[in-house]
């Protein structure tokens, strides 16, 4: 009964989302506030039943209800209760009902707290909301139900892939559709705008603080998504250039991009084209990395093993959203306002200069990625396109925007002094060249860029806190004066230095991992011991262990340091019968902000195991730095001046009066 009740909330849920998607629409047309109002009560409805289809489908995997394919064929009854719950979004049919309840919740958001927008913007916004959320409702029913019975119930389950029994399933698929999904909402304003023919720097005000929180959730969830491959595939690796982590890092720089533009559209009334243009790209990106996982084209670790006739579905929507908004934006772009003009000295230059190069190296990545299956279509030949060409292409255009990032705070806007900047930066420049000279002291072997790319990593990080020293008057005034101006600092400037500087340590994290890291991959018995990094590890024995829903061979380093004993670290193989699958659970110990790392491989016969080892110099910087960025966007969107919003328009309007 509880299958079928979540059947029927999906199917009322699409039925809401096409009342949404027209009636308020004619509301607009005949200025009829009544109809426009729809919008409002049918988002909060649509968000009410979608929420209900979702509770739905986890009380069925709670209670192991195999009589559900879905719960059949993702679940286990010895599964333990937190692997149960977050095995719902483990399958692609319980993934996607996630997004598109995520889809519904942030129009239930705008609806519920769009009191300040006017009548028609909001109407427009949720009924392209409604359009997508549609959409994505025929998909789940036609192709992906989750709630399909099976005629002869099993008694036990099939289990949930071994990989996803982890506690960063709870957190990074989450994370990563509120932040894909998220942009929905900058997508739609984009769209009203569109539609309604009038954009300003009221818009970019509103819009702003949605593509905030789905930028803060999509940097978090790459970040978990990122440490979770790292610990969780035992290859000692946090970034892999794979198609799909790919899919998620192009929405990231776009949207990235996009909040930049936004910013200079809200406060010199400028960009507006390429604001609007970014808004739709974002989405359409995210879109993309949605096709990507679940149309069967890409072999990899993260997608979704799916029937080609999925795959077509969500082609289909692709061209319909993606072709039909920029088929819009062509024809309405040209009859949009042109905004305030600047120097291209100046803030709104920086911006600029960002968004090229964040523009460019999402291109750069969308070209590797989709290249290599477009040429398999079109010619049938197979290529490979992998780290080295990312690595070679992407980081260069990193680079001058790292040099760049510190400068943006420091000019002023519509005309800046390029030369004051420059002096106002002078202790952070040399505060870079000394961690330059550190890191070459410091260093032995590895390339000889990484020094320059330490002293890169300490000028944004020492650059961004010249900014907030220049805005309290660090060292010109009284300290107790100094105090008080930073306690009255609008935080979305404490927000863009620590956003700012979360990517310099990150940088930094970087850089050190992958060029002093050090590395044992060998045989070892037990009582076998090796040196590595200054450590000294000893196999002090192999062990097996009964799970709940699996088998598992764990292994016991004893580690010494100098020659005194440090800690006992506890890798482990586990074997899943049920699905015939083995995972790798790597042990972690974290020295301050570097990690030692040890992962099990296959036994052999003599006894011995093969075992990976390893020394991770400031790897935890690596996610320290998104933290820190993440921390900064929750900062900048807590300014008052977010919160508050833009003053309501005057009522003399009806069309254009604040909702209600």
């Known amino acids: 009964m509880i299958a079928e009740a979540g059947h029927y909330a999906l199917v009322l849920a699409l039925g809401l989302a096409l009342i949404q998607s027209t009636v308020p629409l004619l509301g607009a047309r005949w200025r009829d506030p009544a109809l426009m109002n729809v919008a409002r009560s049918t988002a909060l409805a649509q968000l009410l039943f979608a929420g209900l289809a979702f509770a739905a489908l986890v009380t069925l995997?709670?209670?192991?209800?195999?009589?559900?394919?879905?719960?059949?064929?993702?679940?286990?009854?010895?599964?333990?209760?937190?692997?149960?719950?977050?095995?719902?979004?483990?399958?692609?049919?319980?993934?996607?009902?996630?997004?598109?309840?995520?889809?519904?919740?942030?129009g239930g958001l705008v609806a519920a707290f769009g009191n300040n927008l006017p009548l028609s913007l909001r109407a427009h916004v949720l009924a392209v909301q409604a359009w997508i959320a549609g959409a994505f409702y025929l998909f789940i029913l036609t192709t992906s139900n989750p709630f399909l019975r099976i005629p002869n119930p099993p008694m036990e389950g099939r289990d949930l892939n071994p990989v996803l029994q982890d506690i960063g399933l709870a957190l990074h698929p989450p994370m990563l559709y509120l932040g894909y999904v998220g942009f929905s909402i900058s997508f739609s304003f984009a769209i009203a705008a569109l539609l309604e023919g009038r954009i300003d720097a009221a818009w970019a005000r509103w819009v702003r603080p949605w593509t905030l929180v789905a930028w803060i959730f999509l940097t978090l969830g790459i970040a978990m998504g990122s440490y979770w491959a790292y610990y969780e595939l035992g290859w000692g690796g946090w970034w892999f250039w794979d198609p799909v982590e790919n899919a998620s890092l192009m929405p990231w720089l776009a949207g990235t991009a996009l909040l930049h533009s936004a910013l200079v559209m809200e406060k010199r009334n400028a960009l507006k084209v390429w604001t609007i243009l970014l808004s739709i790209l974002t989405f359409s990106l995210s879109l993309l990395g949605t096709f990507l996982v679940r149309s069967g084209v890409l072999t990899s670790v993260h997608a979704f093993a799916t029937d080609p006739t999925r795959g077509v579905f969500i082609l289909l929507i692709l061209c319909i959203f993606i072709g039909g908004s920029l088929t819009l934006f062509a024809g309405r772009a040209s009859s949009l306002k042109q905004g305030?003009?600047?120097?291209?000295?100046?803030?709104?230059?920086?911006?600029?200069?960002?968004?090229?190069?964040?523009t460019t190296a999402c291109a750069t990545v969308f070209v590797g990625t989709l290249y290599p299956l477009a040429l398999e279509v079109l010619t049938g030949d197979k290529i490979s396109v992998g780290a080295p060409f990312f690595n070679l292409t992407f980081a260069p255009l990193f680079v001058p925007l790292m040099i760049a990032v510190p400068f943006g705070p420091m000019l002023a806007w519509k005309r800046g002094d390029l030369f004051g900047a420059m002096q106002r930066l002078m202790a952070a420049g040399i505060v870079a060249v000394l961690g330059v000279a550190f890191a070459w002291a410091w260093a032995r072997g590895g390339s000889a860029l990484a020094p320059l790319a330490i002293g890169l990593a300490v000028f944004v990080i020492a650059g961004a806190a010249s900014d907030i020293a220049e805005r309290i008057g660090l060292f010109r005034v009284p300290l107790a004066n100094a105090v008080r101006r930073a306690r009255g600092l609008p935080r979305s400037a404490w927000g863009t230095a620590f956003a700012h500087a979360g990517i310099g340590i990150a940088l930094m994290g970087i850089v050190c991992e992958t060029t002093w890291n050090s590395e044992y991959i060998g045989t070892m018995k037990p009582h076998d011991s090796i040196p590595l990094a200054g450590y000294q590890f000893t196999l002090d024995g192999l062990t097996q262990r009964q799970g709940p829903n699996y088998h598992e061979l764990a292994a016991v380093f004893s580690v010494a340091a100098n020659g005194r004993p440090?800690?006992?670290m506890a890798p482990s193989k586990r074997n899943f019968t049920t699905r015939g699958m083995s995972t790798t659970e790597a042990a972690l110990l974290s020295?301050?902000?570097?990690?030692?790392?040890?992962?099990?491989g296959d036994t052999t016969p003599d006894g011995g195991i093969v075992v990976r080892i390893y020394h991770k110099p400031l790897v935890l910087l690596i996610w320290f730095g998104p933290v820190l960025m993440a921390l900064g966007g929750l900062l900048s969107l807590s300014d008052r001046r977010l919160r508050v919003g833009v003053p309501k328009p005057a009522k003399a309007l009806r069309g254009l009066q604040p909702a209600e």
């Open 591 to 600: 020295r301050g902000l570097s990690q030692l790392y040890i992962s099990l």
């Open 566 to 568: 440090l800690s006992l």
């Open 340 to 358: 305030g003009l600047f120097a291209p000295i100046s803030r709104e230059g920086a911006l600029v200069l960002n968004n090229l190069f964040l």
């Open 61 to 106: 995997h709670v209670t192991s209800d195999f009589s559900v394919l879905n719960v059949y064929e993702n679940s286990h009854s010895a599964k333990p209760l937190l692997y149960k719950i977050t095995g719902v979004w483990g399958s692609h049919e319980g993934s996607m009902l996630l997004w598109v309840s995520i889809l519904a919740l942030f």
